[in-house]
């Protein structure tokens, strides 16, 4: 079987085969065949794509070239043959899988005073290529008579396999000279694209780099704040289930009220912090078995003003967002909470969500002051504090949904219920996408 692109080594030894981009070689057709249809160019045309979708991509195009050529073929797989019922003077050739062609890049324009080749084959790499844009083809682009008289002869053959009678008629410049003219012209042409192919390959590797460098910024506060989260946990060995419950139940219940995506991406890690204060306070009245005294609830109250010192003044959204939870989630809507005792809507969103998933949790699981409660329990207590403690509308969304909750605090434990060591945190965050979107 032939290769067309097999033509440029065989036959034209001072033909360059040069590495075009797909970006490239959609031009290069476009380029094409819009001179046939701008000049109304009567000439036969073969162009072979890889995929009939692509051929569809381009109909329209096609249809203008198919009303004013004399003769066009089309190669592609899976040809639909409904879909393409309107064509006059096109013949479809489907291609066998394992024919050569399927890797093939193929246009030529058969023209006596306009020929053009455009002939390549994909470069196949070890490693897909990331970007479908910059798929590399290994070909040549020429307007030699000479190379397109060689091109149909191979092609003459291809058509004879899939068992089409082609007549190649040996048309030649008529004018001497045109074939020099016309070879300096795809000289040209090919130096003019090797340029802005190195160029944009440039700024891809520009582009590349910038955004590895935001990646490693994102990772890099990421990473800060599970280490923050880790150093709280030494206080505390119950809290990293505790702040990682809290973090999944915010961003479900705050993606319920918050529209902004950006702000519902940074929930996840700003409430993961919202204790964090409770690393300044005394081991004696955090891990008290029993009831604080009044003196040292007060302290206790003040972790919300720590966590707040920690994060306070960044210009990072992500820590901003922390320290707004970390200072308010304790307030109350009615307006008898702490720090503050702000009330209503002066009480940040993030906050008033926080609220009722960090009292939801505390309730729910065993402290070292108290004991879990029933779920049934924990949802009447909740009920009772509509517009007292919690914001009423957000709790009903919460409420609502708490099978969803109890499902994710199902797959929590489950996850989670060998001894907690270090890795919970990364763990966690490797696995959170999962955790929202499993089903
Ligand atoms: P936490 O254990 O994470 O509890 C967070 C919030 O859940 C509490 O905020 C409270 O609003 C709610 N909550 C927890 N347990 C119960 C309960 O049994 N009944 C009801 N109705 N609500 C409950 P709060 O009260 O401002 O406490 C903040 C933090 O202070 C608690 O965080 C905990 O670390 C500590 N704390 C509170 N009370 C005690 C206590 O009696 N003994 C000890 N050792 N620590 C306490
Ligand atoms: C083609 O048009 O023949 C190939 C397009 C592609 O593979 O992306
Ligand atoms: C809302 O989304 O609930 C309105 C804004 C606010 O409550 O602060
Ligand atoms: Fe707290």
């Not at 979708?53 to 040809?79: G, H, S």
């Amino acid at each position: 079987m032939l290769e067309l692109s097999d033509i440029a080594i065989n036959n034209a030894s001072d033909i360059e085969q040069k590495i075009y981009t797909k970006c490239s070689l959609i031009a290069i057709s476009h380029g094409l065949e819009d001179m046939v249809a701008e000049f109304k160019l009567k000439s036969e045309i073969f162009v072979t794509f890889q995929k009939f979708r692509f051929f569809l991509a381009e109909i329209e195009r096609y249809k203008i070239l198919d009303n004013l050529c004399k003769k066009m073929y089309i190669f592609a797989r899976n040809i639909n043959k409904d879909m393409v019922k309107g064509f006059k003077n096109t013949v479809f050739i489907e291609i066998n899988e394992n024919d050569p062609l399927v890797d093939e890049w193929d246009i030529i324009i058969n023209h006596p005073e306009h020929p053009a080749v455009f002939l390549s084959k994909e470069v196949i790499y070890s490693e897909p290529v990331k970007e479908d844009q910059f798929r590399k083809f290994k070909g040549f682009l020429s307007f030699s008579q000479d190379i397109l008289a060689e091109t149909l002869k191979v092609m003459k053959s291809k058509l004879i396999e899939y068992g089409i009678n082609y007549d190649l008629v040996n048309t030649q410049f008529k004018k001497s000279g045109q074939d020099i003219e016309s070879r300096k012209m795809s000289f040209f042409l090919n130096r003019t694209l090797s340029e802005i192919e190195d160029k944009s390959a440039q700024l891809v590797a520009q582009n590349t780099l910038l955004e590895n460098t935001l990646i490693e910024n994102v990772e890099l506060s990421n990473e800060i704040i599970k280490r923050l989260c880790y150093s709280a946990e030494y206080k505390d060995e119950d809290s990293a289930l505790h702040m990682i419950r809290v973090s999944l139940y915010s961003s479900i219940l705050y993606g319920m009220v918050e529209t902004c995506e950006e702000k519902r991406r940074l929930m996840n890690y700003a409430a993961l912090m919202h204790d964090i204060g409770k690393i300044g306070i005394a081991d004696s009245i955090l891990l008290k078995p029993g009831k604080l005294t009044m003196e040292e609830f007060d302290i206790m109250k003040t972790h919300t003003i720590n966590g707040a010192r920690i994060l306070s003044n960044s210009k990072r959204g992500v820590i901003k967002m922390g320290y707004e939870i970390a200072l308010n989630h304790h307030e109350k809507w009615d307006g008898s909470g702490y720090p503050s005792g702000i009330s209503g809507k002066n009480i940040p969103l993030t906050a008033r969500v926080v609220a009722i998933v960090d009292v939801f949790d505390a309730l729910s699981t065993k402290r070292v002051y108290k004991s879990a409660f029933p779920i049934e329990t924990c949802i009447e207590i909740l009920k009772e504090q509509r517009n007292k403690h919690f914001d009423g509308e957000i709790l009903d969304l919460f409420l609502n949904s708490i099978d969803e909750i109890l499902r994710y605090r199902d797959m929590i434990n489950l996850r989670f219920n060998e001894p907690i060591n270090e890795d919970i945190f990364t763990s966690f965050f490797n696995n959170s996408m999962n955790f929202i979107t499993e089903e």
